[in-house]
T-cell receptor, first 112, second 112 residues
């Protein structure tokens, strides 16, 4: 148990669906992150939030929309995804950006 | 952040020490060496980090050469549960506004 909880653990969605991934951290951290890991590929950084403001967006398509309503919660809203978006989506938090990361268990997403 | 080079894969017998090398010849004076590992389909887990002195915790030991251009992560008595991808990352602490970037890492396979 890392103190970072992601739901759902698994998600199957069609290309026309809208879904959201949720991340919650109980560590009192001020920075939160979304990473994507496709099969047999390194982790790719998607978004970084620091003190609830987005500070990094690594050229992610607009069909992925992050939201950070407070320092404990992070969402990733998904719409009109493509099959190549199927991947493990990982949330992480840290005390401040650049500090040690604590990861959740991830959401395994399959887009049909 | 300085670039790191790790072997693609390594094998280790259960109960023996696993020594995972990492080269970081362009490391700067204020950059730390971090190690994370990722067990299949889970989020990465922090193992250890150090600046120039050797470090040890309940999970592993980190040996950094005197010139800081390379380091070795040591798992003293590897178990089957240590089978994972191990990532060596170099970065400065408190580097505000940026996040850890993961490379391909070393896939460690522990067998009985």
């Amino acid at each position: 148990e890392t103190g970072v909880t992601q739901t759902p653990r698994h998600l199957v969605m069609g290309m026309t669906n809208k879904k959201s991934l949720k991340c919650e951290q109980h560590l009192g951290h001020n920075a939160m992150y979304w990473y994507k890991q496709s099969a047999k590929k390194p982790l790719e950084l998607m978004f970084v939030y620091s003190l609830e403001e987005r500070v990094e967006n690594n050229s992610v398509p607009s069909r992925f929309s992050p939201e950070c309503p407070n320092s404990s919660h992070l969402f990733l809203h998904l719409h009109t995804l493509q099959p190549e978006d199927s991947a493990l989506y990982l949330c992480a938090s840290s005390q401040l950006t650049g500090y040690r990361l604590f990861f959740g268990s991830g959401t395994q997403l399959s887009v049909l | 952040d300085a670039k790191t080079t790790q072997p693609t894969s390594m094998d280790c017998a259960e109960g023996r020490a696993a020594n995972l090398p990492c080269n970081h010849s362009t490391i700067s004076g204020n950059e730390y060496v971090y190690w994370y590992r990722q067990i299949h389909s889970q989020g990465p887990q922090y193992i250890i980090h150090g600046l120039k002195n050797n470090e040890t915790n309940e999970m592993a030991s980190l040996i950094i050469t005197e010139d800081r251009k390379s380091s070795t992560l040591i798992l003293p008595h590897a178990t089957l549960r240590d089978t994972a991808v191990y990532y060596c990352i170099v970065r400065a602490n408190n580097q505000a506004g940026t996040a850890l970037i993961f490379g391909k890492g070393t896939t460690l396979s522990v067998s009985s």
